[in-house]
């Protein structure tokens, strides 16, 4: 069972970058697919991000393509989410999960999730 940690929210002006990393506890990391979501305040949670084992593919939402990169380091068991061009509406709580199969973009189709780390961009 993979155990993730995530971590690197913050509060940031609009504009600004962030790096959220997410730290998985299993040495089999790279045969893990990557999805970061978010969830809102009254929302649920939505698809933000997702990597594969390998490094690829990768997919975005429309509302952060040209500002998020997903990215991995399967090496230190860790994937990452750079955030640049912050918004006011990135606003949420973001969370990492794992699943041995590729390309989810369901929060449902995750098997293993990390506990979530704020992120907050003030305008």
């Known amino acids: 069972q993979v155990q993730l940690v995530a971590s690197g929210g913050s509060l940031v002006q609009a504009g600004g970058s962030l790096r959220l990393s997410c730290t998985a506890s299993?040495?089999?990391?790279?045969?893990?697919?990557v999805g970061w979501f978010r969830q809102a305040p009254g929302e649920g949670r939505t698809f933000v991000a997702t990597?594969?084992?390998?490094?690829?593919?990768?997919y975005y939402t429309n509302s952060v393509k040209g500002r998020f990169t997903v990215s991995r380091d399967n090496a230190k068991n860790t994937a990452y989410l750079q955030m640049n061009s912050l918004k006011p509406e990135d606003t949420a709580v973001y969370y990492c999960?794992?699943?041995?199969?590729?390309?989810?973009?369901?929060?449902?189709?995750?098997?293993?999730w990390g506990q979530g780390t704020q992120v907050t961009v003030s305008s």
């Open positions: 999960a794992a699943d041995q199969r590729p390309q989810l973009f369901l929060s449902h189709e995750y098997d293993y």
């Open positions: 299993d040495g089999t990391f790279s045969s893990y697919a």
């Open positions: 990597i594969g084992g390998s490094g690829y593919p990768t």
